[in-house]
C-alpha cells in the first residue's frame, strides 16, 4: 500500500526559515506534508524528480488586489505560474465587503476602474463574501482584509469630513463584525479618496478594535514625508502591528529622499522596532507602480463620489486649478494600461504626455476627457523611482516580498490591457534578478521572504515552511532557468522556471502547465472568529 500520495524526489530543500538548503526527499500525504528525509519512492502513487531543482514552500503574497478577479480567474493563472499558493486580498482599503444597501451604488463604483469583468454582487456582509469566495474555488489560498475605504463608503459614501459618533460607531460595528468573520486585519489606501478624507483619530479607533481580535494594520500610507511617521503612531496608539504596504513606491517616490532610504525609511523603523511597536514591510522588485486614471486627481475633487467628480471634470475653471496642482507631475512617466472603453483601446500602452501630443490638447485636458470617456474607468503605471532605493530596502530583515498586483490570464477574459508586469513576475524576477543576477540576496533569504515572513506575519504558523505537519503548499523551481518574461509593452507571458506547484496537496502546476485543480482555501482569522 502507498504511504505517500505525492514524493518530490532528490531536490535541495530551501525550507522558507532562512537556513542553507539540504537534500531531501519531501512525501506528502492529503493535504500534509508527511516526511522530510530520505523516502523509498515504490511507496509514492505519484514521484516528481526535483533533481537539480529547489524545493521550497509556497510563496505567498502579503499585497494583492485579486478580490477583482479571482471569480473570473478561479484558476489564478498569472500567480500560481510564479509559484504563488497564497493571496493577501482586500489591501489598500479595497475590499468587496461589507456592504450597505445605502451606499451599494458608491462602493460598486469605488471599485469600478479595476473590475475586468463583472462580479455577482450577491453578498452584503464580510462573512457573506468569504462564503461567495469560497463556493467559487480557487487555485491559490486566500487570506482576507478588510478595507477602510469599503467601510467608510458603507457608513458615509464619499462626505469629506470627520464622521459623527454614531458614524464612528458604525465604522467600528463593521469592522468588529469583519474581524469576527474571519479578516485578518484593517488595510488603508490614505491616498485615495475618502480614506484620504480621514484624520489619524479615526483610523486608531478601528486599529483598536482590530487589535482586540489579534488583528494586523496595514497601510498604504499619504504620499507625504509624515506618512510613515502617522503609520508607527497608529500602531503605537492603537497596540496594533503595522504592515507598510509596498514600501518602495510609498517612500522611493517621495523625491526628497529618493537615494536616502537607510536614513529616511529603516532608521524609523527599526527605532519603533526597538520601542516595541510591531513594524514590517513589503515591497515589489520594480520601479514604477499601478493604481486607477481617476487617482490622479487630487482628492478634494472627489468629495461626492464619482458623478460629481466628472462633472467637475467638464469645468474649465477645474481643469485650470488642476493645471496649477498637477504642474508638477511626470506625465511622461504615467503609462495608460488599461481602458475599458473599446473606443479609446489604442491608448493602452501610451504615456499621457503622448497621448496629449497625438491629441493635440495638454496634458490635464487629455487626462479629463479621458476620464469622462470612461466614466472613471481604467488603470495607469508610473515610473516612480530608482533601483537603489528598491535593494536598499528589500534588503532589509523585516520588509517581505510582495506584488501589488491581481490575477490576469494569458488568454481568455482577463487578458486586457497592458497591466504591470509583476502581476505574471514579481516572484521570478527576484529570484532572477536579486537572488541570481545582482546577488542583492542570497536564495535562502529571497524564498524567506517569499513564504515563512508573510505567512507569520498574519499569525498563520501552520505554513509556508517545508517541514512535516505543516500544510503542502510547495513550488519546484529551477534556480539556473527561473525569470521573468513579462514587459511593460508585452505583459501577458507567464515566467519560466517554475515546473512544479503544489496546493494544500494538490497538483496545480506539473511540468510548466496548469492542471486546471482548484484546491485553494479562504484562510480565516481563528484568533478572531467566534467559536
Known sequence: MESYDLV??????????????????????????????????????????????????????????????????????????????????????????????????????????????????????????????????????????????????????FERREPTEEEMKGMERLVEEAMREGAFGLSTGLVYPPQSYAKTEEIVRLCRVVARYGGIYATHMRGSLEGLDEAIEIGRRAGVPVQISHVGSSRGGIKEIQGRQEEATLKPIDKAREEGIDVTCDIYPYTAGSSYIASLIPSHFHEGGLEKLLERLKSDEVRSELREELRSWEWDKTLVSYVPDERNKELEGKTLEEISRIQGKSPVDALCDLLIATQGGGTYVKFWGIEEDVITLMRHRAVMIGSDGWVHAASGVLHVGKPHPRCYGTYPRVLQRYVRELKVLELEEAVRKMSSQPLSRFRILDRG????????????????????????????RYPEGILHVIVNGVPVVRDGEHTGATPGKVLKNVNSMER
Not at 497564497?86 to 482599503?93: K, R, S
Not at 529551477?478 to 525569470?483: E, G, N, Q
Open 465 to 492: 515552511i517545508i517541514r512535516e505537519g505543516m500544510y503542502a503548499d510547495i513550488v519546484v523551481f529551477d534556480p539556473k532557468s527561473v525569470r521573468e518574461l513579462s514587459t511593460y509593452e508585452d505583459p501577458h
Open 8 to 157: 518530490i524526489k532528490g531536490g535541495r530543500v530551501v525550507d522558507g526559515t532562512g537556513n542553507p538548503w539540504f537534500k531531501a526527499d519531501v512525501g506528502v500525504k492529503g493535504e500534509r506534508i508527511a516526511c522530510v528525509g530520505r523516502i523509498d519512492s515504490s511507496k509514492a502513487r505519484e514521484v516528481i524528480d526535483a533533481e537539480g531543482l529547489v524545493v521550497s514552500p509556497g510563496f505567498t503574497d502579503p499585497h494583492n488586489h485579486s478580490d477583482w478577479t479571482i471569480m473570473a480567474g478561479r484558476t489564478a493563472e498569472s500567480y500560481i505560474r510564479q509559484g504563488v499558493t497564497t493571496l493577501v486580498i482586500g489591501n489598500c482599503g479595497f475590499s468587496l465587503a461589507p456592504i450597505s444597501e445605502e451606499h451599494f451604488e458608491d462602493l460598486k463604483k469605488y471599485h469600478e476602474p479595476f473590475l475586468l469583468t463583472d462580479i455577482p454582487w450577491n453578498w452584503r456582509s464580510f462573512g457573506e463574501f468569504l462564503k461567495v469566495l469560497e463556493d467559487n474555488g480557487s487555485s491559490v489560498n486566500l487570506i482576507p482584509l478588510v478595507g477602510f475605504g469599503t467601510v467608510r463608503v458603507a457608513v458615509m459614501g
